[in-house]
């Protein structure tokens, strides 16, 4: 619980060391104030480069997320980062605080962000697709937004921060049982299509108000791309 984890924080702001880290608590007990406390830690660990964290079915909310995003935002040397919320209340505050903390570091390659089942709406989104076109030397990207009241805004947010992202190679988006419409799709259409280095791609809208018109933007901008290898729709 919070209480082991606030102790695990309190050590690793000691290991200034330390380059890789991978950290599960999935379906404990753990909150925010062990989220914050790791966190914290986190935040003293200049030489990361790689992090994965999974707080998949835990307490953790708002503030622990925050607190993760701010840490999360000092590691300069971060070049890939997977993250795990599935069936949190992390909120858009989290989200928007963990997009803030990735959008400082503009030397990652790859992100893997899980937001399924959470409370993670348009806010949090649309701050994570804001810090997304900071982040130029991107080369893989996965988010998984599945069941979560994400809609129009926060999709043409993340389109929009797509395009930016010239080096990308591989991009897969969860974006089933949200509340994304054909202006969210035609948005992330209009993104992929400036992504010449893409490879594989994999996008799924099952369960969402995507029409034709959002399928057709979404098909026009992937026939521009001559280079793709493989896409799963």
């Known amino acids: 619980g919070d209480t082991g984890a606030v102790a695990i924080g309190s050590g690793l702001g000691k290991l200034e060391q330390l380059q890789q880290i991978t950290m599960k608590f999935n379906d404990t007990q753990v909150g925010d ?41 000092n590691l300069k040397q971060l070049q890939k980062v997977q993250m795990y919320f599935h069936g949190t209340a992390v909120g858009d505050a989290g989200a928007a605080a963990i997009g803030s903390g990735l959008g400082k570091l503009k ?19 649309v701050a994570i697709g804001s810090s997304l076109e900071k982040l130029e030397q991107l080369q893989q990207i ?22 930016n992202l010239k080096k990308l190679q591989q991009i897969t988006m969860y974006f089933e049982r949200t509340e994304v419409g ?8 209009r993104g992929l299509e400036k992504l010449k280095q ?24 992937l026939g521009k791309l001559e280079q793709l290898q493989q896409i799963t729709m």
Do not use: C
Not at 33 to 62: C, D, R, W, Y
Not at 203 to 218: K, L, S
């Open 142 to 163: 996965t988010m998984n937004f599945y069941n979560s009241p994400v809609g129009d805004a926060g999709a043409v947010a993340i389109g929009s921060g797509l395009g």
């Open 107 to 125: 030397q990652l390659q790859q992100i893997e962000m899980n937001f399924a089942n959470t409370n993670v709406g348009d806010t949090g989104a």
């Open 33 to 73: 104030p062990g989220a914050v406390a790791i966190g914290s830690g986190l935040g003293k660990l200049e030489q990361l480069q790689q992090i994965t964290m999974n707080f998949n079915g835990t307490k953790v909310g708002g503030e622990g997320a925050v607190s993760i995003g701010s840490g999360v935002g």
């Open 182 to 189: 054909d202006a969210g799709a035609v948005a992330i259409g």
């Open 198 to 221: 893409l490879q594989q791609m994999t996008m799924y809208f099952n369960d969402t108000q995507v029409g034709d018109t959002g399928a057709v933007a979404i098909g026009s901008g």
